[in-house]
């Protein structure tokens, strides 16, 4: 059996003897670039591997959009995948696309910023790569509700499905939308799905 990451079917979940500090972990993720990383909340750190070509393209419209949407709306600030947030249930996960309001986003100083911020965006979109699992990125969703998030979109283009998660609601499902509405936090925001679809 190999044990090189690059061999192994990812995700792959690594359980340290003793638990990484914020710091380590950050230093762990930059020292093994390209590899995605998110640590959960008992400090199981879970390996993704980088996203195909497609998968990416999927990615990079939908940070694409929610970021325009964000720049003329003014009201909060998008992130994209590469930025992680340390939740409440201290896991540090991250979104491929995440809006958070000018009001929690200026609570944050400038230290904060240099590291995995300790707050919640209020709005996320998970986009489902040829390699995910259907139910391991359903369980993300609800961890993202859990920890504060107000409204999370889970855009599957293999199914072309999208699933609305709100607080307190089972998922909504829309098969095959021409459109996805905003409501909530990000409210105006609009998807139109055939740039997602490709």
């Given amino acids: 059996m190999s044990f090189a990451l ?38 199981e750190i879970i390996v993704m591997s980088p996203t195909a070509t497609g998968g990416g393209r999927a990615e990079s419209r939908v940070y694409l959009e929610l970021g325009i949407w964000a720049l003329a709306d003014g009201r909060g600030e998008a992130v994209g995948p590469t930025t992680g947030f340390k939740l409440p249930d201290s896991s540090v996960r991250a979104a491929d696309a995440a809006w958070m309001s000018l009001r929690r986003w200026d609570a944050l100083d400038a ?11 209020e709005f996320v979109i998970e986009v489902r790569s040829e390699s995910d699992r259907l139910s391991p990125l359903q369980e993300k969703m609800r961890g993202w509700i859990a920890n504060g998030v107000e409204l999370a979109w889970l855009v599957d283009p293999k199914r072309k499905v999208v699933e609305i998660y709100r607080p307190g609601e089972e998922p909504e499902i829309h098969e095959q939308p021409t459109s996805v509405q905003g409501d909530g936090p990000v409210a105006g925001f609009e998807m139109a799905m055939a740039r997602i679809w490709g």
Avoid: W, Y
Avoid at 9 to 22: A, G, K, T, Y
Avoid at 111 to 121: D, V
């Fill in 6 to 43: 690059t061999e192994i079917e990812l995700p792959v979940r690594l359980l340290p003897e003793n638990p990484m500090s914020d710091e380590e972990f950050m230093r762990f993720c930059a020292a093994n670039e390209p590899m995605r990383f998110e640590r959960d909340a008992n400090g």
């Fill in 111 to 121: 230290e904060e910023l240099k590291r995995f911020a300790g707050a919640c965006p």
